[in-house]
């Protein structure tokens, strides 16, 4: 019974840290750029805002407009809660697979199209082609890169994948550090960050996903912000403990919970920190240069696999 | 080389052609040239001045009675022509220049839609300033039109302009504004692109028009200058400048040397302020927010000082007619002296963090290229010609004072992309900074402003400066009260927005938004 509990507390905390991430990068952005900045919790008052703002629609929006935000923040939590976050012992370990995740995110995306489609505005529908675009270059890349893990850990759960890896010390072999630059590069790409995407514009042609949510106002897009801060921290937990696992919990002990609460603040604190630079330091790209940064990623996922196939497997 | 020395031979290429010139007049609009043809003969004199390699500079007209008097400039070697003829206002029918000069069309649409000349084969019939809301028999700039408007004959706005079209499997058609994401002025852009590829670009403005030219009628000279510092907001030193520059040709006002020295400082500290963001601006648009919060911080500087120095953060009104109304402040060596020595130090640091971004480079370099017969056939000037190869600047080449009296630089490049336009700022920083300083060191002493006198007659003026966007102009006129009868600024932003339509081709949508920023466009000063 507490299993499940704090599974529901799990997923409670990825909807609460969300804006924290979002705001914790604004504000080193900020500090960058020798400016104070806004407060890190200024995320939250954004949200506080929205929810309050009446949602304005426009006259030519179907019901798929209408019920994309909900779909979308729905699907993205979903697959964010299914990904451990401070220990692999829960429930809903079982559906934490990757092509599950990978699938509910497709399904966010899909309706995220659709709905910068459905009320006819020009940068609707050239955000939906710009989305799909990246999307469909960096989904093989990231699904190549787990295939990395995978195949080590012999299992496409990643509960399961997190619990191996923290057995056997995984950063010595050569795969993971080319599938952890892939996953690098995908999730720049997939949360619409510097260099791929501006999450910070307000020139409309220049748009990747602001170009979707340009038509919502009000308690929807309060929640495809919301959304969007998830899908951040999701791909940032990903990212820390698949390829960091250490600290971990592999069980529901107040103790082990503790330290891997701690841990894992400190981890995705520093890589926001490693992200904001990396913002601060880039330019945005061409649009048609996204291609070759994410077929590095899938040369890189590729490498891994190959250097799995080739140095590990036989040792 | 002697001012107006291919002029006798352009009059002689206008005889050739049978061109009767009614009156050559070298003051009445002096220090340029004024030439009085017939209007039979405007489309002949338009094709010899073409013939001539003249650049295309400006187009108004004026109603006196029941006539109305156009003007038309030209350019060449530094010198200014002024090509006038007269229209009977019953059936005001001339020859359009832009079958000969392209830079021609927009002011001729404008001149068109307030005054209602009727221009002959001209390409464009479409309405430019004067939206729909408006009959198609007003014409609000004719004396007959009250000042307060009419809306009795208004009709609904403009819904259904008829941008030009691209048909064809896979192209997209997409409009930008007039309402944007960010403070901007309004205006409206209509691509037409494939995929992500632009293949025409249409802009449309007029959704800022003032009534500039009609609420300037009756004005007195302090009045107008106040009027003029407001045509464009980020230009009104340069805009006041040329205005009062015009007033004083037309009453014919000394003004003392110490105020022309500070008015050129003014100037030199307006193209700063401007510049600086503009370089940041540049680089934001690509997400590079770093140079955006680094060179905002030094324009913000540079306003303050504005402020502690002269009274006004973009020196607004600071230009009076007769001279200026701030003199240098006595303590100035504490104030101006340390921020410009800061703001060298800063600025070269910050441009070689520029120079060193691949990244950015990678934009910037081959994006949005501007050839140079393209920008000399639109006439572009400022740091969009200078970018392109167009190397002109009326403080050097037109010398007026107290730039006549210094050595002036003015740098030129022929890329044309935007790293070009973005160097070209840069530079141009740098030889204001030089320019101020010597501005100060030879500031001499004396008065700061002339008395305006009591009564000016009927007199015409013209003047010409090199605002940060380019060159302006200025026409004044004043009726036989002393009162201002035509006042009409010419903004270099007419020019540059067709070279915007023409350098965005065959680019990404996305970079639509980099160029844009690097020509950066007033849109008031068109609107007006």
Redesign the interface.
């Known amino acids: 019974m507490s299993a499940w509990v704090f599974t529901l507390i799990q997923a409670l905390l990825y909807l609460a840290l969300a804006p924290l991430l979002a705001g914790w990068i604004q504000k080193v952005?900020a500090r960058?750029?020798?400016?104070r900045g806004a407060s890190i919790w200024q995320p939250y008052r954004n949200l506080y805002k929205l929810f309050a703002k009446e949602a304005r629609m426009a006259h030519t929006a179907s019901p798929v407009f209408r019920a994309a935000p909900y779909i979308v923040f729905a699907a993205i939590w979903l697959a964010a809660s299914a990904i451990p976050l401070l220990t692999t012992d829960l429930p809903t370990a079982a559906m934490a697979d990757v092509i599950v995740i990978a699938g509910l995110l497709g399904l966010s995306r899909f309706f995220l199209a659709l709905a910068g489609m459905d009320v006819g505005t020009?940068?609707g529908?050239?955000g939906a082609?710009r989305e799909v675009f990246i999307s469909a270059l960096a989904e093989p890349a990231m699904l190549m890169a787990v295939f990395t893990l995978a195949m080590t850990a012999h299992t496409t759960n990643l509960a399961t994948a997190v619990g191996d890896l923290l057995v056997s010390a995984p950063f010595l072999r050569p795969s993971f550090l080319f599938a952890l630059i892939a996953v690098v590069l995908v999730v720049i790409a997939e949360t619409g960050r510097?260099?791929v995407d501006?999450p910070?514009?307000?020139?409309?042609?220049?748009m990747i996903h602001e170009a979707l949510i340009l038509e919502y106002s009000g308690r929807q897009l309060a929640l495809l912000e919301w959304a969007a801060q998830l899908k951040l921290l999701l791909f940032a937990t990903l990212l820390v403990n698949v390829f960091l696992p250490w600290g971990t919990a592999q069980s529901i002990h107040p103790n082990a919970i503790g330290i891997a609460f701690v841990l894992f603040v400190v981890k995705i604190a520093l890589l926001g920190v490693a992200l904001a630079v990396s913002?601060?330091?880039?330019?945005?790209?061409?649009?048609?240069?996204i291609p070759v940064f994410l077929n590095m990623a899938l040369l890189m996922a590729f490498l891994g696999l190959m250097s799995h196939v080739i140095l590990e497997v036989g040792a | 080389m002697s001012r107006f020395d291919w002029l006798p031979g352009f009059i002689a290429s206008l005889a050739e052609e049978r061109v009767a010139i009614l009156h050559s007049d070298p003051n009445r609009l002096a220090p340029a040239h004024c030439l009085l043809l017939d209007a039979e003969d405007w489309d002949e004199g338009t094709r010899v001045a073409s013939a001539s390699g003249f650049r295309w500079a400006g187009l108004w007209g004026d109603q006196i009675g029941d006539r109305l008097r156009i003007y038309t400039v030209f350019v060449h070697n530094g010198d200014y022509l002024v090509l006038m003829t007269e229209v009977p206002l019953q059936a005001p029918v001339l020859a359009s220049q832009t079958p000969y000069f392209p830079a021609a069309n927009r002011l001729e649409r404008h001149l068109h839609d307030l005054l209602g000349v009727d221009f002959q084969d001209h390409p464009d019939t479409r309405r430019w300033t004067r939206h729909c809301a408006w009959a198609e028999d007003v014409y609000p700039l004719r004396s007959d039109f009250p000042v307060g408007g009419d809306s009795s004959k208004r009709r609904s706005s403009d819904v259904d302009y008829p941008f030009g079209r691209i048909l064809g499997n896979g192209v997209?058609?997409?409009?930008?504004g007039p309402v944007?994401?960010?403070i901007t002025e309004p205006g409206h852009f209509r691509f037409q692109a494939a995929?992500?590829e632009v293949l025409s670009l249409e802009a449309r403005l007029g959704y800022t028009h003032k009534g500039i030219e009609k609420i300037a009628v009756g004005r007195d000279a302090s009045g107008l200058a106040r009027l003029a510092g407001r045509v464009s907001g980020d230009s009104t030193v340069a805009h006041t400048w040329a205005a009062c520059m015009a007033m004083e040709r037309a009453a014919g006002v000394d003004v003392p040397p110490r105020a022309l020295h500070l008015r050129a400082l003014f100037a030199e500290c307006e193209r700063i302020a401007n510049h600086l963001g503009d370089i940041g601006g540049i680089?934001n648009?690509?997400?590079?927010?770093?140079a955006q919060?680094?060179f905002g911080?030094l324009r913000e500087q540079m306003l303050r000082t504005n402020l502690t120095a002269f009274g006004h953060r973009l020196l607004m009104d600071v230009i009076v007619p007769g001279g200026v109304c701030r003199d240098l402040p006595v303590q100035w060596e504490s104030i101006i002296t340390p921020q410009l020595s800061t703001l060298s130090r800063e600025l070269e640091d910050l441009l070689d963090i520029i120079d060193d971004?691949s990244?950015?480079k990678?934009?910037l370099d081959d994006t949005g290229s501007l050839k140079a017969e393209l920008a000399q056939m639109l006439g572009v000037t400022g740091y969009v010609g200078k970018a392109s190869g167009q190397d002109f600047d009326v403080r050097r080449d037109h010398g007026y004072a107290p730039y006549d009296g210094l050595e002036m630089q003015s740098p030129c490049r022929t890329q044309g992309d935007v790293a070009a336009r973005l160097q070209i700022r840069a530079d141009e920083i740098r030889v204001s900074l030089n320019l101020i300083d010597k501005l100060i060191y030879s500031l001499p002493i004396g008065p700061i402003a002339a008395d305006w006198p009591q009564s000016v007659h009927s007199s015409v003026g013209l003047a010409v400066v090199e605002g940060w966007r380019g060159e302006i102009m200025s026409f004044i006129r004043f009726d036989e009260d002393g009162r201002v009868a035509r006042f009409f600024p010419r903004d270099p932003s007419w020019f540059s927005l067709p070279a915007l339509e023409h350098l965005v081709l065959g680019n990404?949508?996305?970079?639509?938004?980099i160029c844009h920023k690097s020509v950066n466009i007033s849109y008031s000063g068109q609107d007006l």
């Open positions: 952005k960058l750029q020798n400016r020009a940068f529908g050239m082609s510097i260099p501006n910070s514009t307000h020139l409309e042609l220049t913002e601060t330091l880039l330019a945005k790209m061409r649009i048609f240069r | 997209n058609e997409i409009p930008l944007h994401g960010d995929g992500e680089c648009t690509v997400g590079f927010a770093f919060q680094q911080r971004h990244s950015l990678d934009r990404n949508l996305p970079d639509f938004a």
